[in-house]
């Protein structure tokens, strides 16, 4: 007699917002940018009264976002941000063109001069820095670091001998070299060696394991324990990995570096606006001042396209100078 094999059980298609976080991971999105995406289609779909976006068309998009702007008043990167969610929707999910959307409520940002701290405001807001906030700050002005470059560097990334470090996966690709400043060195090596300490007593409890790009981790599997794959900045408490649920040692906190030099700011009596980014700007803008040449500088920074450095200010170019970080 013919036996039968149980037919296979019939899986289940996965939920939209799944589907959503699978292809985003797939083309290597930040998880970042993956919870921004899912959280504005979430909003689209509850805005449309929870009906699945397939029956919906450029006009529902279109008063979503006008409702965004004049209802929500969303700043214009918010609402270009939400635009981009959608279009990741209909375009990779749903495998659909939008017509007229893209270009049509896409919201042009006027340049804004940024805000810009003196020599002595600088030396000011980073003397109420303490601990390792105040290393951190003085990276963001001494070498022109973003917020997430910061946080995110590797020991890896930082060289001790010849004094530079490496940006890699920053704003826009584009891996960088810029410099350490030679007054950071010692500071940072005695950092590093409490860092290790630490690295090391979470590997005796058998933990000590990393997050690692792409498929890193899984073509080295021990890579991710090594010490110089470990950040320089780690966060006081191991937590799980969203993606993966492993218990492992992060990078500080955005907000926890945030709320630092805000309190900082503060302490020092500074009344112009100011941030981590405005330690950026102000490394830019003091390299140029001092006589730089601001094509050195926009290498530094990782500009793209000079006239984005070119909005600090206008200087004599004075090429083929050696750059000295303006924190020394």
Known sequence: MPSFLPAAPKQSKPKLLDQVRQLMRLRHYSLRTEEAYVSWIRRYILFNGKRHPRELDEKHVSQFLTDLAINGRVAAATQNQALNALLFLYKEVLQRELEFIGGTLRVKRPPKVPSVLSPNEVKAVLAQLHGQYRLMGLLLY???????????????????????????????????????????????????????????????????????????????????????????????????????????????????????????????????????????????????????????????????????????????????????????
């Open 142 to 328: 001494g070498s022109g670091l973003r917020l997430l470059e910061c946080l995110r560097l590797r020991v890896k990334d930082v060289d001790l001998h010849y004094l530079h470090i490496t940006v890699r996966d920053p704003k826009g690709g584009r891996e960088r070299k810029t410099m350490l400043p030679v007054s950071l060195a010692a500071p940072l090596r005695e950092h590093l060696a409490k860092v290790k300490a630490q690295h090391q007593r979470d590997l005796a409890e058998g933990f000590g394991s990393v997050y690692l790009p792409d498929a890193l981790e899984r073509k080295i599997p021990s890579a991710s324990r090594e010490w110089a794959w470990q950040y320089i900045f780690p966060a006081e408490r191991r937590s799980i990995d969203p993606r993966t649920g492993t218990d492992r040692r992060h990078h500080v906190h955005e907000k926890n570096l945030q709320n630092a030099v805000k309190t900082a700011v503060r302490k020092a009596g500074i009344s112009k606006r100011a941030s981590c980014h405005t330690l950026r700007h102000s490394f830019a803008t003091h390299l140029l001042e001092n006589g730089y040449d601001i094509r050195t500088v926009q290498e530094l920074l990782g500009h793209k396209d000079v006239s984005t450095t070119m909005i600090y200010t206008h200087v004599l170019n004075r090429p083929g100078i050696g750059v000295k970080s303006p924190l020394d």
